[in-house]
């Protein structure tokens, strides 16, 4: 669907909601517009990594400094910061693992030393994350999910229409989910948790059938040797996909 078929629809969902007097009053189209946006990140955020894939990105020989590497160097910038990142490698190949807070205080409690064979990386910041192990010489590759960008309408002043990026199959999520969050914002709790529930559902149905059709392919390619090549890095992988 294009952003005008999108809004079109979801606009002929609330004024039918209005005429049924569930709704107080019409929304504008600039609050149904930041209605499926708001919907839009939220589906992303929960949509498995395989129907996103063409969000993947990798930023390689990014050179932390003092430990530290500001999420804000990455260009695009992940999705939700931190909480975007996928993967991390020692550019020469070797895993970095991410901890949490507390297991990293934790392992300084117990006097453990992070070296570069068992090197980590823990979120110390909306947009940064910190290592412990590296050598001050050591660049990583970062592999994450960069957002999508925000649909838009020209004739709200836009430049151009910019369409909903997720997969087809997620779009109509998308629409059930604003319908959800505009009938929040009119005070409407019960019709929006209605709605929440039958758009989380469809989700829901749409990750399972991702998950099913990749076990069958899965049963058909485990032959395939190469498909879970250690030795692949981050860059190979991504253009795999």
Same mark, same amino acid.
């Given at each position: 669907?294009?952003? $005008?078929?999108?809004? /079109?629809?979801?606009? @002929?969902?609330? %004024? ?12 504008s ?5 930041? #209605? !499926? ?8 955020? %929960?949509?498995?990594? +395989? ?11 990014? &050179?932390?400094?003092?430990?530290? !590497?500001? !999420?804000?160097? !990455? ?25 949490? +807070?507390?297991? =990293? ?15 980590? =990386?823990?979120?110390?910041? $909306?947009? +940064? ?7 001050d010489?050591?660049t990583?590759?970062? %592999? ?10 020209a004739?709200?002043?836009?430049? @151009?229409?910019?369409?909903? +990026?997720?997969?087809? *199959? ?8 604003? *319908?959800?969050?505009?009938?929040e ?19 829901? *149905? ?9 076990? @069958? ?8 040797? &190469? #498909?879970?090549?250690? /030795? ?6 991504? #253009?795999?996909?």
């Amino acid at each position: 669907m294009t952003i $005008t078929d999108m809004i /079109e629809r979801l606009r @002929v969902r609330m %004024e039918r909601l209005k005429r049924a007097g569930k709704l107080p009053e019409m929304f504008s189209y600039g609050e149904m517009l930041n #209605a !499926l946006n708001e919907a839009q990140r939220r589906v992303f955020r %929960e949509l498995r990594e +395989e129907l996103k894939t063409e969000f993947l990105n990798a930023s390689t020989a990014v &050179s932390p400094t003092d430990a530290v !590497l500001s !999420l804000s160097s !990455l260009s695009p910038a992940p999705f939700m910061g931190a909480s975007g990142i996928r993967l991390i490698e020692v550019t020469d190949g070797k895993p970095v693992a991410k901890i949490s +807070e507390a297991e =990293w205080r934790k392992a300084k409690r117990s006097d453990l030393e992070f070296s570069r064979e068992a090197a980590v =990386w823990r979120i110390t910041g $909306t947009n +940064e994350i910190t290592f412990d192990g590296l050598w001050d010489t050591d660049t990583v590759d970062v %592999e994450y999910f960069a957002a999508p960008a925000d649909m838009a309408l020209a004739d709200l002043g836009a430049s @151009v229409d910019v369409d909903c +990026e997720l997969v087809s *199959e997620a779009h109509d999520v998308v629409l059930k989910l604003a *319908e959800s969050i505009l009938c929040e914002d009119s005070g409407e709790d019960d019709l929006a948790v209605n709605k929440e529930l039958r758009a989380m559902q469809k989700l829901h *149905e749409l990750n399972e059938s991702t998950y099913s059709s990749d076990a @069958v392919k899965y049963a058909g390619d485990r032959n395939d040797t &190469s #498909a879970g090549d250690p /030795e692949l890095n981050i860059t190979t992988r991504i #253009a795999g996909y």
